[in-house]
């Protein structure tokens, strides 16, 4: 390898949530134990994006920085490049995050009382953005096959057809069941979408995790029809590791959309702008970190198939959903028998391990675990270990 996927840095004191809440339960530095919660990477950032940072503070301007033309252009060509997309730089607005995008997509497109749909389990702030905004919540489930999720597309369509649904929320690739949707569900979304006039929020933040054998279709590329009724959102965030950057990409092709969406955007700020070292951050890792994105797939590729393997020999009741994107692995651990309290329990007080909650991704993610495996390989080892000894007691 190139690069160093090795070193992980303490992050006790840091404010890091993730790390000062296994320091809730005891664990400190000498215990040599990592989190595998929230969705950023136990790896230290590219050294290409690191030096970027560094030439920018030493040229010592700090100052407001709106997307240069070099910016958008790195942007765009990532896209074509790397996700097969031809985007234009003009569709682009920078925002501050992709929660808080889909947020503002929420409170811009749709009233209050109005339909919003999610497929479900999912991604935690998208039940926010519906319910915190007084929407109504329109679940379509997700159904489990075993190791892998299907769309229900009957019952999509059926709570599509219903006038008072106005959007659905995309999360592609899917978080966290690890589905990487194929050109053909998404377009049989996007017809019954387009059918029923319901708006795509397309969050594709997970976009360049893709695991070998899959390949990752940006929504609105599959047709003009599809992009005219979408937005896309975007960022280098889960790519690089650089999320506490907060800047993302947020694609609007449809004209009329985009000036709904600046104009919602001018109420809260008449001027909104980005962080100058998130730009700066993000043109680099557009520019030059694409090997270090290859190797760091490798990484967590191999951590995939440590897991499944283990628990295939191990703990054949533990089911390893199939990882096709995102670096978060989905655990059906029901086989061993446990309620989901209790799991949360012995995974945290007796094992040590900190995955985040299947139930938190709503209740048909109960007894799951949402394991981030964006780590060096001897914190997976000595995972299992642990949960060898602690779920063997366990076992009923
Ligand atoms: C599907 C999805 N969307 C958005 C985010 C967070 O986006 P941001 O940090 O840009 O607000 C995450 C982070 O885990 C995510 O998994």
């Known amino acids: 390898m190139k690069y160093d996927f090795e070193t992980v840095h303490k992050r006790f004191n840091t404010g890091s949530g993730k790390w000062c809440e296994m320091a809730k339960y005891g664990v400190s530095e000498s215990d040599d134990i990592i989190p595998f919660s929230v969705a950023d990477m136990e790896f230290v950032t590219p050294p290409e994006i690191v030096d970027a940072i560094k030439t920018q503070l030493d040229t010592s301007i700090m100052g407001y920085e709106n997307p240069t033309p070099e910016y958008l252009a790195a942007v765009c060509e990532w896209m074509r490049v790397r996700r097969n997309w031809d985007a234009k730089p003009e569709w682009i607005l920078p925002s501050n995050g992709v929660v808080d995008a889909f947020f503002r997509a929420v409170q811009t497109y749709t009233c209050e009382g109005d339909g919003v749909m999610i497929m479900t389990p999912v991604y935690h702030p998208m039940y926010m953005a519906v319910n915190f905004n007084g929407r109504k919540l329109v679940s379509n489930p997700l159904i489990n096959t075993g190791t892998r999720y299907e769309i229900d597309f009957a019952d999509m369509e059926r709570r599509a057809s ?14 966290p069941v690890g589905r990487v949707w194929t050109r053909d569900e998404l377009t049989r979304i996007g017809e019954i979408c387009l059918r029923h006039d319901v708006l795509v929020v397309s ?23 599809f992009a005219q009724n979408c937005l896309v959102m975007t960022a280098p965030s889960k790519t690089f590791n650089i999320a506490g950057l907060q800047t993302s990409n947020i694609f609007i092709p449809n004209k009329s959309l985009r000036e709904k969406y600046l104009a919602s955007l001018k109420l809260s700020n008449p001027n909104p702008k980005c962080n100058i070292l998130g730009y700066v ?39 390893v959903h199939v990882l096709e994107g995102t670096y978060l692995l989905w655990l059906d651990l029901r086989g061993l028998g446990l309620g989901h309290k209790e799991l949360e329990r012995v995974n945290r007080e007796e094992a040590r391990l900190f995955f985040d909650e299947g139930y938190v991704f709503g209740e048909q993610g109960e007894c799951f675990e949402r394991w981030n495996i964006a ?22």
């Not at 006038?163 to 978080?175: D, E, F, G, Q, R």
């Not at 520019?287 to 295939?312: H, P, Q, S, Y």
């Open 162 to 175: 219903d006038p008072n649904t106005k959007m659905l929320i995309l999360c592609s690739p899917h978080n």
């Open 203 to 225: 969050d594709e933040i997970h976009f360049d995790l893709i695991m070998p054998g899959h390949v990752h279709t940006v929504f609105a590329s599959i047709s003009d029809e």
């Open 281 to 319: 951050a993000c043109e680099a890792g557009y520019k030059f970190c694409g090997e270090w994105l290859d190797e760091c797939l490798k990484v967590i590729d191999a951590n995939r198939r440590v897991i499944t393997d283990f628990m295939a020999h191990e703990f054949p009741a533990v089911k």
């Open 375 to 396: 780590c060096p390989e001897r914190y997976v080892r000595g995972a299992l270990e642990r949960m060898k000894e602690c779920y063997s007691r366990h076992m009923k």
